[in-house]
């Protein structure tokens, strides 16, 4: 499975941006995908992940309630809808898949096998 993570770009606070990550390979379908996420100087943290079918997502305590993480698989992508971004979302936002229906630690980026190139997401307050 390749991943590419797209949608990223500069944004003031409160707007919404949504990102994409396109997958290739016969396998994305049944991979759940996370979205994980790195500012500068600070450690890579998990944002989103959503299970293969779509059924069950999951997030970050500092992004629930503003972010949605969603797939279609006929396209093989999955998306994360970002709203009322905050300076504090900026970073660099990666889409990441593991195979298999378990979503056990999901959080984990360790847990994950395939990673694709992030996207840069800038807010300015």
């Known amino acids: 499975v390749q991943l590419q993570a797209s949608g990223g770009g500069l944004a003031q606070t409160g707007v919404s941006l949504t990102l994409s990550c396109a997958a290739s390979?016969?396998?994305?379908?049944?991979?759940?995908v996370g979205w994980f996420r790195q500012a500068p100087g600070k450690e890579r943290e998990f944002v989103a992940a959503i299970s293969w079918g779509g059924g069950r997502a999951y997030y970050a305590d500092s992004v629930k309630g503003r972010f949605a993480a969603s797939r279609d698989n006929a396209k093989t992508t999955v998306y994360l809808q970002m709203n009322s971004l905050k300076p504090e979302d900026t970073a660099v936002y990666s889409c990441?898949?593991?195979?298999?229906?378990?979503?056990?630690?999901?959080?984990?980026?360790?847990?994950?096998?395939?990673w694709g190139q992030g996207t840069q997401v800038t807010v300015s307050s």
């Open positions: 390979g016969r396998a994305f379908s049944n991979c759940a």
């Open positions: 990441a898949a593991r195979s298999g229906t378990s979503m056990t630690d999901y959080s984990r980026a360790q847990n994950y096998d395939y």
